[in-house]
């Protein structure tokens, strides 16, 4: 065999990386992003990251099909994904696409405590706006034991007069408990209870996203509720 059928037999056998990955679809849902797109039938790698620190890649994961999802994705953030096929010669060029989650939707809403007597405290709630996942809820609070209840309301008993309570209201999911709400709670007298002003936000484990929501004043005269 001369040198030139060698050289062509060579390049006819070693290969190339797979082509570029066709157009990328997106479909978001609250925490989670499902990737469509096109291809060969080569396995692909997904890069992913948040897009004001592109090229910066904070997670990735393989799959063998034309579409995979990633999920547990920080609220009110922006993401960018890349998509590469590859094989035993290398990696294709990516196939780029951005994707903004939204706002939170998970967490229970228009948290209040609507009165009760002196040392109770009456916390009413209204089922999050995507409860796709919701087992049920956990209340905490520092110094008192934690409780699960599938309604939308509990009445905290036993307080003390002129002392603040701390009460955090999460949703239990089940890949864990999402960051919850909270609402503070003061007794001044017996006959007398107030909650104060005051905001409830929280950042996610990556520290991309946060909520603040300002909650309603009320005050409480031996049962009674005025704003």
């Known amino acids: 065999m001369d040198q030139h059928n060698i050289f062509q037999t060579d390049s006819q056998t070693r290969g190339t990386p797979p082509g570029r990955p066709g157009p990328v679809v997106v479909?978001?849902?609250f925490d989670t992003v499902r990737l469509t797109w096109a291809g060969s039938?080569?396995?692909?790698?997904?890069?992913?990251?948040?897009?004001?620190?592109?090229?910066?890649?904070?997670?990735?994961q393989t799959t063998h099909h034309l579409n995979d999802t990633v999920r547990y994705l920080s609220p009110d953030t922006e993401y960018f994904f890349e998509i590469r096929g590859f094989?035993?010669?290398?990696?294709?060029?990516?196939?780029?696409?951005?994707?903004t989650i939204g706002p939170d939707r998970t967490q229970p809403r228009?948290?209040?405590?609507?009165g009760r007597t002196f040392?109770?405290?009456?916390?009413?709630?209204?089922?999050?706006?995507?409860?796709?996942?919701?087992i049920d809820y956990e209340i905490t609070c520092p110094g008192r034991e934690t409780v699960y209840t599938s309604a939308l309301e509990y009445i905290a008993s036993g307080l003390i007069?002129?002392?603040?309570?701390?009460?955090?209201?999460?949703p239990r999911r089940p890949e864990g408990a999402a960051p919850g709400i909270a609402r503070p709670d003061r007794c001044h007298d017996p006959g007398s209870c107030a909650s104060d002003s005051s905001s409830r936000a929280w950042?996610?484990?990556?520290g991309a996203g946060s909520i603040n929501t300002q909650l309603a004043r009320i005050r409480r005269q031996c049962g009674s509720v005025g704003l």
Request: glycine fraction near 4%; include cysteine; hydrophobic fraction near 30%.
């Open 41 to 60: 039938s080569a396995p692909f790698e997904i890069r992913y990251g948040l897009q004001a620190n592109y090229p910066d890649v904070i997670g990735s």
């Open 203 to 206: 950042s996610d484990a990556r």
């Open 87 to 99: 094989n035993e010669y290398g990696y294709s060029e990516p196939a780029l696409k951005n994707a």
């Open 110 to 114: 228009n948290l209040k405590n609507p």
């Open 27 to 29: 479909n978001v849902s």
């Open 119 to 134: 040392c109770e405290a009456w916390l009413k709630w209204e089922r999050p706006e995507d409860n796709a996942y919701l």
């Open 161 to 170: 007069p002129d002392k603040e309570y701390l009460f955090r209201i999460q």
